[in-house]
C-alpha cells in the first residue's frame, strides 16, 4: 500500500503523538502517578540484575562498558605450552568491576599474575583476589608486570590468528576477547568489547 498524503499524513501522526504525550503526562498528574512511577523504578532497578541474568546465560551482545584495549600475546613455538597475554583493560559501566579469572578453549588454565621484587630478584606470583577495575578506571596488563598466565596451552599460537579469551568478572559478567598473537605493534589500535 502507498501513502501520498505525506504533509496531511505528517500532521496527523504529530497531532496524535502529541494527544498521546499530553495524555501521558496528564496521568503522571492524576492520582494513578504513584503506581506508575513505581513501575517505572522497578523498571531501572531491575535493569542492571537482567543484563547480568543474560551474561550469565551466554547471550551474544556488545557490552560496550568493557573494554580490551589491544589484547595480544606472542607466538608460541612447538611445542610450548606455557604463554602470557596482555591488554589495557578499561570499565566504561555505572558499576565497578572485578576481573576474577579468564578461561580460553584449549587453555587447561589462566590464572591472573603479576611481578613482584623479593629479595632484590623479580618473582611472577598469583594475584589474590581479582583485579579491581573502578568506574571509568583501566587495568593494565603489561610484560614485566600483571599479566594473564596460560597454562596447558593445547596447540601452537601462530602470529596474525587471534585466539578468544573469556574474561569473568566478579558481577556474572563474562566477556570474550579475541587476543591477537604477534606483537604489541601489530596489536596497536585494535580496541575489543566484550562479548558475551
Same mark, same amino acid.
Given at each position: 500500500?502507498?501513502?501520498?498524503?505525506? &504533509?496531511?499524513?505528517?500532521?496527523?501522526?504529530?497531532?496524535?503523538?502529541?494527544?498521546?504525550?499530553?495524555?501521558?503526562?496528564?496521568?503522571?498528574? =492524576?492520582?494513578? *502517578?504513584? @503506581?506508575?512511577?513505581? @513501575?517505572?523504578? %522497578? %523498571?531501572?532497578? =531491575?535493569?542492571?540484575?537482567? %543484563? %547480568?541474568?543474560?551474561?550469565? !546465560? /551466554?547471550?551474544?551482545?556488545?557490552?560496550?562498558?568493557?573494554?580490551?584495549?589491544? &589484547?595480544?600475546?606472542?607466538?608460541?613455538?612447538?611445542?610450548?605450552?606455557?604463554?602470557?597475554?596482555?591488554?589495557?583493560?578499561?570499565?566504561?559501566?555505572?558499576?565497578?568491576?572485578?576481573?576474577?579469572?579468564?578461561?580460553?578453549?584449549?587453555?587447561?588454565?589462566?590464572?591472573?599474575?603479576?611481578?613482584?621484587?623479593?629479595?632484590?630478584?623479580?618473582?611472577?606470583?598469583?594475584?589474590?583476589?581479582?583485579?579491581?577495575?573502578?568506574? *571509568?578506571?583501566?587495568?593494565?596488563?603489561? &610484560?614485566?608486570?600483571?599479566?594473564?598466565?596460560?597454562?596447558?596451552? =593445547?596447540? =601452537?599460537?601462530?602470529?596474525?590468528?587471534?585466539? &578468544?579469551?573469556?574474561?569473568?568478572?566478579?558481577?556474572?559478567? !563474562?566477556?570474550?576477547?579475541?587476543?591477537?598473537? /604477534?606483537?604489541?605493534?601489530? @596489536?596497536?589500535?585494535? *580496541?575489543?568489547?566484550?562479548?558475551?
Amino acid at each position: 500500500m502507498r501513502l501520498t498524503h505525506g &504533509p496531511a499524513l505528517a500532521t496527523v501522526l504529530a497531532t496524535a503523538i502529541a494527544l498521546s504525550l499530553a495524555a501521558c503526562s496528564g496521568n503522571l498528574g =492524576s492520582g494513578g *502517578d504513584a @503506581a506508575h512511577e513505581e @513501575a517505572h523504578a %522497578a %523498571a531501572a532497578a =531491575s535493569a542492571p540484575e537482567q %543484563a %547480568a541474568h543474560a551474561h550469565g !546465560e /551466554g547471550q551474544a551482545a556488545a557490552h560496550v562498558g568493557l573494554m580490551a584495549h589491544q &589484547p595480544w600475546s606472542r607466538p608460541l613455538a612447538p611445542g610450548a605450552t606455557v604463554a602470557a597475554g596482555y591488554m589495557h583493560l578499561m570499565n566504561h559501566t555505572t558499576q565497578p568491576e572485578t576481573l576474577v579469572g579468564a578461561r580460553a578453549e584449549g587453555v587447561e588454565r589462566i590464572e591472573i599474575h603479576d611481578m613482584v621484587e623479593v629479595d632484590g630478584v623479580m618473582q611472577m606470583r598469583p594475584v589474590e583476589g581479582g583485579v579491581p577495575l573502578a568506574v *571509568d578506571g583501566m587495568a593494565t596488563f603489561q &610484560p614485566g608486570g600483571r599479566h594473564l598466565m596460560f597454562f596447558g596451552v =593445547s596447540r =601452537s599460537w601462530a602470529e596474525g590468528e587471534t585466539v &578468544p579469551v573469556t574474561l569473568i568478572f566478579e558481577s556474572g559478567i !563474562e566477556a570474550v576477547v579475541e587476543f591477537r598473537i /604477534g606483537t604489541p605493534a601489530e @596489536a596497536e589500535g585494535s *580496541d575489543e568489547h566484550a562479548h558475551h
